[in-house]
């Protein structure tokens, strides 16, 4: 079965700074999707990458797929106090089902 | 954008009682959604799929009695805890996708059970 590693686990930078989080597949990826969540509460969808090398990106979220589509980085431009919360990456196939990372937790210290 | 409402958003029950979860794609079709449970610090493990008109499809160790959903119009779908238990205090979120055959893929606000 799929497996998605995501690192680093948490992450506490200072607002202004440049980060930037992993998401590792022990398969070949269909679609990679990122989403963010505030503890107890939905997942917001942020961006989804199907193609090998395809970057995307939303205001200050970066998002990229390795050409070989089984690693992805998501990228944060000059953090803000609103970029904290957890990112999670999640694999997806035609079936639409979804298998996710553990989260990477971040916190942006004004 | 596309919205999901899940309700209630938080709901404590005795144990033994059931409790039913509603899903609903406010602004578009959704022809498939998937159910998700995550506990506290946990990623979200997908428990079901279930599609309009037809039977949900449960992932491997989840009880089909005990998580029962229906998919009953392309606008909602339901989940019921049957006889609850304290350990399936949980927070269940569902997702949607529509039927516009783009692969995005949009999540509730979640709901949070709690079984005494």
């Known amino acids: 079965s799929q497996e998605l590693e995501q690192s680093p686990q948490s992450l506490i930078v200072q607002e202004g700074k440049n980060l930037t989080i992993n998401c590792t597949s022990s398969k070949t990826l269909y679609g990679l999707y990122w989403y963010k969540q505030k503890y107890g509460e939905g997942l917001i969808f942020l961006m989804m990458?199907?193609?090998?090398?395809e970057e995307k990106s939303h205001e200050k979220i970066t998002a990229k797929l390795d050409e070989k589509k089984q690693q992805s980085s998501l990228h944060i431009t000059a953090s803000q106090p609103s970029h904290a919360g957890i990112y999670l990456c999640?694999?997806?196939?035609?079936?639409?089902?979804?298998?996710f990372g553990q989260g990477t937790t971040l916190q942006v210290k004004p | 954008g596309a919205v999901v409402s899940q309700h209630p958003s938080w709901v404590i029950c005795k144990s033994g009682t059931s409790v039913k979860i509603e899903c609903r794609s406010l602004d578009f079709q959704a022809t498939t959604m998937f159910w998700y449970r995550q506990f506290p610090k946990q990623s979200l493990m997908l428990m079901a799929t279930?599609?309009?008109?037809?039977?949900?499809?449960?992932e491997q160790g989840v009880e089909k009695d005990k998580f029962l959903i229906n998919h009953a119009s392309l606008t909602l779908s339901t989940l019921t805890v049957t006889s609850a238990h304290p350990e399936d205090s949980s927070f269940y979120i569902c997702?949607?996708?529509?039927?516009?055959?783009?692969?995005?893929?949009?999540f509730g606000p979640g709901t949070r059970l709690t079984v005494t």
């Open positions: 997702s949607a996708r529509g039927a516009s055959g783009d692969y995005e893929q949009y």
């Open positions: 990458l199907q193609k090998g090398g």
């Open positions: 999640g694999a997806g196939g035609y079936t639409g089902k979804l298998i």
């Open positions: 279930s599609n309009e008109g037809s039977k949900a499809t449960y």
